[in-house]
């Protein structure tokens, strides 16, 4: 069994945030987990966010999530996929 996870680093979130979730609710139904980051609250928000995403799937879908992420521009995704024992 495999495992699969993207971590997604978003720079100028106020830019980028809006084309980043509209790929993930597009691609939702692989995303088992999400958790986002980013330092600041209220007012004094950073620009820079990351998000964990745990993934189920085929593969190449998974893959094909990881590049749609990487097309908007601030923002990189890096998936990685881990054999799980039995």
């Given at each position: 069994?495999?495992?699969?996870?993207?971590?997604?680093?978003?720079?100028?979130?106020?830019?980028?945030?809006?084309?980043?979730?509209?790929?993930?609710?597009?691609?939702?139904?692989?995303?088992?987990?999400?958790l986002?980051?980013?330092?600041?609250?209220?007012d004094?928000?950073?620009?820079?966010?990351?998000?964990?995403?745990?993934?189920?799937?085929?593969?190449?879908?998974?893959?094909?999530?990881?590049?749609?992420?990487?097309?908007?521009?601030?923002?990189?995704?890096s998936?990685?996929?881990?054999?799980?024992?039995?």
């Amino acid at each position: 069994m495999k495992k699969s996870v993207i971590v997604v680093l978003i720079n100028h979130r106020h830019d980028a945030a809006a084309k980043v979730q509209a790929v993930l609710t597009g691609w939702g139904c692989l995303i088992k987990t999400r958790l986002g980051i980013h330092e600041g609250v209220l007012d004094d928000c950073s620009e820079h966010g990351l998000l964990f995403l745990d993934l189920v799937g085929d593969y190449e879908k998974l893959a094909d999530l990881e590049r749609k992420l990487n097309v908007i521009k601030g923002v990189t995704a890096s998936m990685l996929t881990m054999d799980l024992e039995d």
